[in-house]
């Protein structure tokens, strides 16, 4: 069992940075791959970035590739998604999710994931 709280969202303007944190507990959090989704009113969520348990996979779709660094420190039971040059259409409510995986690369389905945060807000201003 993985209860996850994430952290870090707000109104930044376009061309801005934002840096989310996810903190796992519950569950030793070495296990766990680990993911970031969006979610936008009125569309589908939305695969954003996703890391292996031990962090050395990283898998991000085109919309965000070169924008979005995903993290994690194991030690914290934390992941974190570091967002540079956001655009107004990144606006959506980020949520972190966790898979019970020791697979080297992690998936980005989000049907993969049991555990999931409540979401934090991020808005970019034009």
């Known amino acids: 069992q993985m209860q996850l709280v994430e952290s870090g969202g707000g109104l930044v303007q376009t061309g801005g940075s934002l840096r989310l944190s996810c903190t796992g507990s519950?569950?030793?959090?070495?296990?766990?791959?680990m993911a970031w989704f969006r979610q936008a009113p009125g569309k589908e969520r939305e695969f954003v970035a996703a890391?292996?348990?031990?962090?050395?996979?990283?898998r991000y779709p085109d919309a965000v590739m070169g924008r979005f660094t995903i993290s994690r420190d194991n030690t914290k039971n934390t992941v974190y998604l570091q967002m540079d040059s956001l655009k107004p259409e990144d606006s959506a409510v980020y949520y972190c999710?966790?898979?019970?995986?020791?697979?080297?690369?992690?998936?980005?389905?989000?049907?993969?994931?049991?555990?999931w945060g409540q979401g934090t807000q991020v808005t970019v201003s034009s």
């Open positions: 890391i292996g348990w031990n962090g050395a996979n990283q």
């Open positions: 519950g569950d030793t959090f070495g296990n766990y791959a």
């Open positions: 999710a966790a898979e019970r995986s020791l697979a080297w690369v992690p998936t980005t389905a989000p049907t993969s994931y049991e555990y």
